[in-house]
């Protein structure tokens, strides 16, 4: 059975699907994945609508892709010359193709830092002044950053979280594949740049899961305490639901609580939830996430049940 000790975050309920993929103009696989936002309004001087969300397919060729709202409820517009980023960036490399934006704002570089993967076993990373275009900065992390096995270092969210005793100012959260098993592993930074990783995993599909994978955390601050937001497949391919790991301030002590959203088993969800985003804007809570089968998302919008809408 799932594990099921208390956690302080609130039941969701599906509101919308914010990107329908059939909507888009730029959607050469018909799927999307890993949302991530920005709060432009509050960092660019002329910014295309307030909020800008950062998206990809999953599959090749991929390409990072910007959607712009003045509300995060939307509606949201697509940018006309997607994708922001391509799987070719002479010349710095050319891959199958590059997904998993993830955009931070780096208050000390006065710039957009977004780090994305391409192949699946390199992080990669890139600036900006506007959230459009993008100045390339190099390799964050790979896989030869973690211990050996490591066949994959993809899926990876930066935030802005002090380790003093490791000199930090950020940690990078990534998943990594080592053998059938994908993992959560750490890294963390003094300036956004360059990366020092502990080799073995911080978080681990929890036992009842003997083929279960995890990606994607989300790290959140709810009463005083810190916590990961992640996706466990019970298998590849197969159900996912969002679970939830408590961790300590030094990021050395994780314990994965139990489910916090799980998936439900019509559409869009179709018993798979994954890629966690949770802002809280105006006292309000709002979970971004992807929802459908691997290889079939639609980037979705969930609200504290009290909140959403019965499918």
């Known amino acids: 059975m799932p594990l099921s000790a ?3 975050f609130p039941p969701f309920r599906f509101d919308r699907v914010v990107l329908p993929p059939e909507s888009l103009r730029y959607s ?3 799927e999307w994945i890993f949302p991530s936002l920005f709060h432009a309004g509050e960092r660019l001087s002329d910014p295309l609508g307030e909020w800008y969300l950062y998206y990809s397919p999953h599959d090749a060729p991929g390409g990072i892709c910007l959607a712009y709202a003045d509300a995060l409820e939307g509606p949201w517009r697509e940018y006309d010359a997607n994708p922001l980023i391509g799987r070719a960036w002479e010349p710095h490399y050319a891959v199958s193709h590059v997904a998993s934006p993830h955009a931070l704002w780096v208050e ?22 506007d959230g459009i275009r993008f100045e390339y900065g190099g390799v964050a992390v790979d896989t030869g950053d973690f211990e050996e096995g490591v066949a994959e270092c993809s899926y990876a969210r930066v935030f802005a979280h002090p380790l003093p005793e490791k000199g930090a100012r ?3 959260l990534a998943m990594g594949r080592n053998g059938p098993t994908r993992h959560l592993y750490l890294a963390w930074s003094a300036d956004a740049k360059t ?18 994978q995890t990606s994607a955390p989300w ?21 996912a639901d969002f679970y939830v790991t408590r961790c300590d301030e030094s990021m050395t002590r994780f314990e994965t609580l139990g489910v916090f959203h799980r998936a439900t088993d019509g559409p869009p969800d179709d018993g798979r939830v994954c890629d966690a985003v949770l802002l809280e804007e105006a006292g309000e809570l709002y979970l971004f996430y992807v929802a459908g089968r691997r290889l079939h998302g639609r980037i979705a919008l969930a609200r504290p049940a009290e909140g959403g809408t019965d499918r």
């Open 28 to 30: 050469p696989t018909g």
């Open 108 to 129: 000390e570089e006065g710039r957009l830092f977004l780090w994305f993967h391409g192949e699946n076993t390199t992080t990669r990373w890139a600036t900006s002044a």
């Open 6 to 8: 208390p956690h302080p």
């Open 195 to 212: 990366w020092t990783a502990r080799p073995d995993p911080v978080v681990s599909p929890p036992p009842h899961l003997a083929d279960g």
């Open 170 to 172: 950020y940690v990078l």
């Open 219 to 239: 790290l959140a601050r709810r009463d005083g305490g810190l916590y990961l937001l992640h996706h466990v497949d019970e298998a590849v391919n197969g159900r």
